[in-house]
């Protein structure tokens, strides 16, 4: 009888302690979901999208060198095909200036648009290129900047015929390299056991030790021009306004989750939304110091790998399996 007693009352301690945990790490809901779920007829894992300047007519790219286009600002996609010649590519960047686009993808792929899109060119890229397109950015007439998957960076101002290398100093192979607006870059690496960055004018980059334990899952630039950091375990940690050099302390929206926590992009220099594992979706008001969670997303059976807002009220969340968000403007979410 003692015995039953003993084990009656350390199930009653674990179930004790478990209901704490939970209450103590609910997060609140958000009033309202304004995002509208798309689902495309794909397979593939979304991983980039952007418009033609001053149109409702964009491109989404993904794996399985999977291409879509709208012409209605993004509720709905036509899927397009472009013969590589391969059955393994994989696009991993678009980005338009006007009516002129680039697109980079693996194993080695460049393309070209002058027209927004009707016409793709390829263009050939040197066999000797330290490692494969990661991603570019379109920044003007015939110019555009790409960054390579070791931390190459190259500059192009004649519609790609000629690259001049930024830097020449790979960083070795990344998990994610992100850009700010002023040209700095930060890189994580493969593993997540350090970042590196890059400032214009650079030889290297210059390689930084994580302040945790735990590995980085992705970083980039934060609105006032410093860092921000999500690392497993559903950490998120922003660089002090008052001084880059220094990280401020840890916050963990949710603690209970084990869903990672994989992108993080900026509405308004407030209004914060967090993308990750198992259709998690956050959000925070107020520059990161409270957070709720859209559990109208939640059952999407879909990890959400990027959060992309073009504009205050045209953003989207690219996920796998062929699931897309769409935000809906204030006026129209419900």
């Given at each position: 009888?003692?015995l039953f007693?003993?084990?009656l009352?350390?199930?009653?301690?674990i179930?004790?302690?478990?209901?704490v945990?939970v209450?103590?790490?609910r997060i609140?809901e958000?009033?309202?979901n304004?995002?509208?779920?798309?689902e495309?007829?794909?397979?593939?894992?979304?991983?980039?999208l952007d418009f033609?300047?001053?149109?409702d007519?964009g491109?989404?790219?993904?794996?399985?060198?999977?291409?879509?286009?709208?012409?209605?600002?993004?509720?709905?996609?036509s899927?397009?095909?472009i013969?590589l010649?391969?059955d393994k590519?994989s696009?991993?960047?678009v980005?338009?200036y006007?009516?002129e686009?680039?697109?980079?993808?693996?194993?080695?792929i460049?393309?070209h648009?002058?027209?927004?899109g009707?016409?793709?060119s390829?263009?050939?890229l040197s066999?000797k290129?330290?490692?494969?397109?990661?991603?570019?950015?379109a920044?003007?007439e015939n110019?555009?900047?790409?960054?390579?998957?070791?931390?190459?960076?190259?500059?192009?101002?004649?519609g790609?015929?000629?690259?001049?290398?930024?830097?020449?100093?790979?960083?070795g192979v990344?998990?994610?390299?992100?850009?700010?607006?002023?040209?700095?870059y930060?890189a994580?690496s493969a593993?997540g056991n350090?970042?590196s960055?890059?400032?214009?004018?650079d030889?290297?980059w210059?390689?930084?030790?994580?302040?945790?334990?735990?590995r980085?899952?992705?970083?980039?630039?934060?609105?006032?021009?410093?860092l921000?950091?999500l690392?497993?375990?559903?950490?998120?940690?922003?660089?002090?306004?008052?001084?880059?050099e220094?990280w401020q302390?840890?916050i963990?929206p949710?603690r209970?989750?084990s869903?990672?926590?994989?992108?993080?992009a900026?509405?308004?220099?407030?209004?914060?939304?967090v993308?990750?594992?198992?259709?998690n979706?956050?959000?925070?008001?107020?520059?990161?110091?409270?957070w709720?969670k859209d559990?109208?997303i939640?059952?999407i059976?879909?990890?959400?790998?990027?959060?992309?807002?073009?504009?205050?009220e045209?953003?989207?969340?690219?996920?796998?399996?062929?699931?897309?968000l769409k935000?809906?403007?204030?006026?129209?979410a419900?």
């Amino acid at each position: 009888m003692n015995l039953f007693v003993r084990k009656l009352k350390q199930i009653l301690i674990i179930l004790a302690v478990c209901l704490v945990c939970v209450s103590c790490s609910r997060i609140n809901e958000v009033a309202s979901n304004p995002w509208q779920e798309i689902e495309l007829p794909t397979e593939a894992t979304f991983a980039d999208l952007d418009f033609v300047a001053n149109s409702d007519r964009g491109w989404l790219v993904g794996t399985k060198a999977s291409l879509f286009e709208t012409t209605d600002g993004g509720r709905t996609w036509s899927e397009k095909t472009i013969e590589l010649g391969g059955d393994k590519e994989s696009f991993n960047a678009v980005s338009f200036y006007g009516q002129e686009g680039w697109i980079t993808g693996e194993p080695s792929i460049l393309l070209h648009t002058d027209d927004g899109g009707d016409n793709w060119s390829r263009i050939p890229l040197s066999e000797k290129l330290p490692g494969n397109p990661y991603s570019i950015l379109a920044l003007g007439e015939n110019s555009a900047e790409m960054v390579t998957n070791l931390g190459a960076i190259y500059k192009t101002e004649d519609g790609g015929r000629n690259w001049k290398a930024l830097v020449e100093g790979a960083v070795g192979v990344a998990r994610n390299i992100n850009r700010a607006e002023d040209g700095r870059y930060v890189a994580v690496s493969a593993r997540g056991n350090f970042y590196s960055t890059w400032s214009p004018g650079d030889t290297e980059w210059t390689p930084h030790d994580r302040n945790s334990s735990r590995r980085i899952q992705n970083m980039s630039f934060t609105e006032d021009g410093g860092l921000w950091l999500l690392a497993r375990g559903g950490q998120i940690q922003f660089t002090d306004p008052e001084n880059p050099e220094k990280w401020q302390e840890v916050i963990f929206p949710e603690r209970s989750a084990s869903w990672g926590l994989l992108d993080l992009a900026y509405r308004s220099p407030e209004e914060i939304w967090v993308a990750g594992g198992s259709g998690n979706l956050l959000r925070s008001s107020d520059g990161g110091e409270t957070w709720e969670k859209d559990r109208e997303i939640e059952s999407i059976p879909s990890n959400l790998y990027k959060v992309i807002f073009l504009t205050p009220e045209k953003g989207f969340v690219l996920g796998q399996r062929g699931i897309l968000l769409k935000y809906q403007e204030q006026e129209s979410a419900t």
